[in-house]
């Protein structure tokens, strides 16, 4: 204890004890006290009551008889002798004439009185011959009893005092000095700064059982290792959210409800180009970096989103204002405002900012290029619209053009067949005959690109769509073909896709036409068509055990007029072309795997 606390200390429970001990026995003592002074009365009383009726039983014979006889003498020494009794006051002899005797002077009040007929029995009869009348006084008994009084409340009062000193005594050895040394280690507890462990100078126990002091220092030294953790904890907690206040790069700042920054962090200094927390804490940010709209005229703080935040309880989001550095100059920020609660009450907001000039500027440019992007998409949809135009005629053209010569040839052809069929001799006839084979596969190679083109250039309308159906049709156009032709077709059912139908219905015409092609030379032929998943992509395949091809070039596969068995097979060269382009025009992707003479799968997926 310091000097300034050791002179305010006052034994208040020690004090609060020897009272209640002191008024405990006083009242005990009082109490004891009455029923001694009480019994004292009653035995004082029993006693006088007592000499009394050994007045009568011993004195009042004799005195009849001396009365009787006039012996004055003998009454006298009778009477004397009766008034030598304790707390007799007053005796008198009278008969009906005169007082014979009289010892002490009467009183009426404080006294016990006692008339005995004197009676002599004469030839047979009682005569009254007079009367004794004894008074005693209760002054003595009174007296007694105060005196009594006085030695018990005395003795009492000695045996509260020593008993009340010992009892502090032994408090204070037992108790009150063991408190200042638990109150002296309290008060030098330090939370940062635990220290040694509370020991109080008590003698050795040798049953080692604990008692209610070692029960508060247990509890104490326990609170101090309890107090450690937590501060502890509560420091590490500190530190980490410090470190990441002053990592985050975004603007970190505190306020009370009255707009009064509370705290901030490094960034927020360095956005708005103050030094020192002390520049900001405890002013009203609004008046520092929030006072003017960006056209320049005066914010109120009534209209400040981030003040009603911190009165509001609402959480709230803005980009479109700036914030002012301490040098007079701002930045486009965005804001966001969440409200501060402790114990259910709104004690204010705290405000995470970042300055969003390059990214307006790049909005800003975004939208530079984004309108110039659009004039040149207006430009180059309309330089395409102008192309789809010239190609279309240009494919009318084709058509027309070239068919007319095409058919021409092969009219004159068969013309020379049929008329001069005996002046042409067998090479004639074998020239004329591949004359028209090469019309009719040019014929087809016009067909075919024809449909290339248009390909490219019609709408697209994605809907759900049946795969299954649309390759049992085709198979089924196949077989009208070549009715003669036996094959195993397997198609899995209810395979579902979102595309365009007209064109996908062209991509099975393709596929399974290739198929029932390069199977034709083998005896068994079997056609597939089915789906796998792979990374949760729908993958859809045609399959064939035809004559395949050589992995190597499966390259040039999907090329226009690309072929890799040459003439061995009949056609053009552009249906795999077709249906890649159809596939791409789905977003989707198409791909082959084949080995020579042991059949080829193409497998293809259609984008969302």
């Known amino acids: 204890m310091t000097n300034a606390q050791t002179a305010t200390y006052k034994p208040g429970i020690a004090r609060r004890l020897i009272i209640n001990v002191v008024l405990f026995s006083f009242f005990i003592t009082i109490f004891d006290t009455a029923l001694q002074l009480y019994w004292a ?16 039983d011993v004195n009042l014979k004799s005195i009849n008889e001396s009365l009787w006889t006039s012996d004055t003498e003998e009454l006298n020494t009778q009477i004397d002798g009766i008034s030598q009794l304790r707390d007799i006051q007053f005796l008198e002899i009278r ?11 009467p009183q009426t009040r404080n006294i016990l009185s006692r008339q005995y007929p004197l009676i002599h029995f004469h030839r047979g009869q009682a005569l009254k011959i007079g009367t004794l009348t004894v008074n005693a006084s209760l002054d003595g008994v009174y007296q007694r009893l105060l005196d009594k009084f006085w030695i018990i409340l005395a003795s ?10 010992f009892i502090l005594f032994i408090f204070y050895q037992l108790i009150t000095r063991h408190l200042l040394t638990i109150a002296d280690f309290a008060r030098d507890l330090k939370i940062n700064q635990p220290g040694k462990s509370l020991r109080l100078l008590r003698k050795h126990k040798k049953n080692k059982q604990i008692d209610e002091l070692d029960m508060v220092v247990n509890a104490i030294n326990q609170m101090q290792q309890n107090i450690k953790q937590a501060f502890d904890a509560l420091k590490q907690s500190e530190d980490r959210v410090r470190l990441l206040m002053d990592s985050t790069a975004e603007a970190i700042y505190g306020m009370d409800r009255n707009g009064q920054c509370t705290f901030v962090n490094p960034a927020c200094l360095q956005f708005l180009g103050y030094k020192h927390q002390n520049d900001l804490v405890g002013k009203k940010l ?12 005066p914010y109120p703080i009534e209209s400040c989103p981030i003040y009603k935040a911190a009165h509001s309880g609402q959480c709230i989001h803005m980009d479109n204002e700036v914030l002012w550095r301490q040098d007079g100059s701002s930045f486009p920020a965005e804001y966001w405002s969440h409200p501060i609660r402790k114990d259910n009450e709104l004690i204010g907001a705290v405000v995470t900012f970042i300055d969003i000039s390059e990214r307006k500027h790049a909005e800003d440019e975004l939208k530079k290029h984004r309108d110039h992007l659009e004039d040149l998409v207006a430009e180059r949809t309309s330089e395409l619209t102008r192309i789809n135009s010239e190609l279309e005629a240009f494919s009318y053209s084709v058509s027309h053009d070239l068919r007319a010569p095409l058919r021409a040839i092969d009219g004159f052809s068969q013309a020379l067949q049929e008329d001069f069929n005996e002046q042409i001799d067998d090479t004639g006839k074998n020239y004329l005959q591949r004359i028209c084979v090469g019309v009719q596969h040019m014929g087809e190679l016009i067909d075919d690109l024809l449909s290339l083109s248009r390909v490219s250039r019609i709408e697209m309308n994605r809907t759900k769509v049946n795969l299954s159906l649309l390759a049992e049709k085709s198979v089924c156009k196949l077989q009208e073909n070549d009715p003669q032709r036996k094959l195993e077709v397997n198609i899995a059912d209810n395979i579902q896709a979102q595309g365009d139908i007209h064109l996908l219905e062209i991509v099975f015409d393709n596929l399974l036409a290739n198929a029932w092609k390069y199977t034709s030379k083998k005896p068994s032929a079997c056609i597939e068509f089915g789906m796998t998943k792979k990374e949760n992509k729908e993958i859809y395949y045609v399959k ?20 890799l068995h040459g003439n061995e097979f009949e056609g053009t060269g552009i249906g795999l072309a077709t249906v890649s382009r159809i596939i791409h025009r789905h977003g989707g992707k198409v791909w082959a795997a084949a080995k020579l003479n042991q059949g080829a799968t193409f497998y293809f997926t259609l984008g969302k």
């Open 544 to 563: 064939d055990n035809g004559a395949g091809f050589d992995m190597q070039y499966a390259g040039k596969l999907f090329g226009a007029f690309q072929r």
């Open 41 to 56: 009365y009653k035995n004082d009383i029993n006693f006088i009551k007592d000499q009394l009726q050994q007045i009568e």
């Open 156 to 165: 009492n009062a000695i045996k509260i005092f020593l008993i009340a000193s």
């Open 286 to 297: 609004h008046n520092l970096i929030h006072h003017t709209y960006p056209d320049g005229h």
């Open 95 to 105: 008969d009906n004439e005169k007082i014979w005797i009289s010892r002490g002077k």
